[in-house]
T-cell receptor, first 110, second 113 residues
Framework: QKEVEQNSGPLSVPEGAIASLNCTYS??????FFWYRQYSGKSPELIMF????GDKEDGRFTAQLNKASQYVSLLIRDSQPSDSATYLC??????????FGKGTRLSVIA | KAGVTQTPRYLIKTRGQQVTLSCSPI?????VSWYQQTPGQGLQFLFE???????NKGNFPGRFSGRQFSNSRSEMNVSTLELGDSALYLC???FGLGDTEAFFGQGTRLTVV
């Protein structure tokens, strides 16, 4: 069973701090890794994707991938109350459907 | 450019009935995937269509079916509804199979009573 595991949270961080969200996956054949953000009552929206080991930065967001340890993380710098949402990790093998974790709820406290 | 459009947004059905949900992808996108989202199970893959052909199917019973039309619009059907089918059904559109970016519609909230 291919699985993606995330801590459900809530993860509470103060405004301006770094939020660190983690995800582990079981399928060693996974090739692509995605982070989606979902606000309450809304649909998921893609924040970042990463394919290679290491870090990928986009504005306040950094995705980190370690295929040997089968984990992917998302760092949010200078967290804002507007970042409060559920963050979904998803993986696939390329031309295969996305497998999602159940998400981590992030709460940024002003 | 218009986003992914799902209709209807909300539905209330009775056990045993059937329901059809519709998804219009972003113009030019040929791949449509369907997901069921519930608080307990999260986002679960139902099926994926590309060029009118079902390319992948998730672990759902045969009561769940779908199709894609030549204009890439897709429908999913659930027959003999059960209470456990109550969920948010999301459609995702992408240019091709396994494409980097999948854009989600706003979803159809189905409640079975």
């Amino acid at each position: 069973q291919k699985e993606v595991e995330q801590n459900s949270g809530p993860l509470s961080v103060p405004e301006g701090a770094i939020a660190s969200l983690n995800c582990t996956y079981s399928d060693r054949g996974s090739q692509s890794f995605f982070w989606y953000r979902q606000y309450s009552g809304k649909s998921p929206e893609l924040i970042m994707f990463i394919y290679s080991n290491g870090d990928k930065e986009d504005g306040r967001f950094t995705a980190q991938l370690n295929k040997a340890s089968q984990y992917v993380s998302l760092l949010i710098r200078d967290s804002q109350p507007s970042d409060s949402a559920t963050y979904l990790c998803a993986v696939n093998r390329g031309n295969t459907p996305l497998v999602f974790g159940k998400g981590t709820r992030l709460s940024v406290i002003a | 450019k218009a986003g992914v459009t799902q209709t209807p947004r909300y539905l209330i059905k009775t056990r045993g009935q059937q329901v059809t949900l519709s998804c219009s992808p972003i113009s030019g996108h040929r791949s449509v995937s369907w997901y069921q989202q519930t608080p307990g199970q999260g986002l679960q893959f139902l099926f994926e269509y590309f060029s009118e052909t079902q390319r992948n199917k998730g672990n759902f019973p045969g009561r769940f079916s779908g199709r894609q039309f030549s204009n890439s619009r897709s429908e999913m059907n659930v027959s003999t509804l059960e209470l456990g089918d109550s969920a948010l059904y999301l459609c995702a559109s992408s240019f091709g199979l396994g494409d980097t970016e999948a854009f989600f519609g706003q979803g159809t909230r189905l409640t079975v009573v």
